[in-house]
């Protein structure tokens, strides 16, 4: 099976610009979570989405990160604007159900400058 | 607030050698535990998930144990071999509303050959 897809890869940007990061899913998977990881830190979920609809966005600096989770398939994670702690890997993953075991994309590297 | 800690940070053994993952919990109350493995550039698999049921799970030379009592983990790996050279990360299920996993930050391992 295909696994989760993340893309692009890398970017940088400069601080106050803005950036988006796309992931597609496992087909199937219900669930999809977004987590940022910083350099030598464990991943912070950033926000958890069932199906369409948001389970969880606690932790999202919503001044300025926003997601969506296009008909319940893809989803999009923006930031306007960039701050120079945004640098970090954005994860992406997926599962079946919300417990099960979570599948990760390989992760978009960001380097705010 | 449920913290994650896994000790040491990073370890360095010579091939061959049986060793031993740490990760502690403060809170008790957890739904299922899992361990993942983090290669460089890299997302997040999957290795071992333990219910909060359960005392330990295996796969292959991975051996993973869970005290909820104590609120500790470990994950055993027999003979190690450079491949096994990663990032190891456990994360803890709350199994609240939101199924939210909460990361340590990880043991850096490296196998020498």
């Known amino acids: 099976e295909a696994g989760v897809a993340q893309s692009p890869r890398y970017k940088i940007i400069e601080k106050r610009q803005s950036v988006a990061f796309w992931c597609n899913p496992i087909?199937?998977?219900?669930?999809l979570y977004w987590y940022q990881q910083i350099l030598g830190q464990g991943p912070k979920l950033l926000i958890q989405?069932?199906?369409?609809?948001?389970?969880?966005d606690s932790q999202l600096p919503k001044d300025r990160f926003s997601a969506e989770r296009l008909k319940g398939v893809d989803s999009t994670l923006k930031i306007q604007p960039a701050k120079l702690e945004d640098s970090a890997v954005y994860l992406c993953?997926?599962?079946?159900?919300?417990?099960?075991?979570?599948?990760f994309g390989n992760g978009t590297r960001l380097t705010v400058t | 607030k449920q913290e994650v800690t896994q000790i040491p940070a990073a370890l360095s053994v010579p091939e061959g050698e049986n060793l031993v993952l740490n990760c502690s919990f403060t809170?008790?109350?957890?739904?299922?535990l899992q361990w993942f493995r983090q290669d460089p550039g890299k997302g997040l698999t999957s290795l071992l998930l333990?219910?909060?049921?359960?005392r330990e799970q295996t796969s292959g030379r991975l051996n993973a144990s869970l005290d909820k009592s104590s609120g500790r983990s470990t994950l055993y790996i027999a003979a190690s071999q450079p491949g096994d050279s990663a990032t190891y990360l456990c994360?803890?299920?709350?199994?609240?509303?939101?199924?939210?996993?909460?990361f340590g930050s990880g043991t850096r391992l490296l196998v020498r050959p």
């Open positions: 809170d008790s109350a957890i739904y299922n």
């Open positions: 087909s199937g998977h219900a669930t």
């Open positions: 994360a803890v299920h709350l199994g609240d509303s939101s199924y939210k996993l909460i």
């Open positions: 993953a997926s599962s079946v159900t919300s417990n099960s075991p979570l599948h």
């Open positions: 989405f069932q199906n369409n609809g948001v389970v969880d």
């Open positions: 333990i219910q909060s049921s359960q």
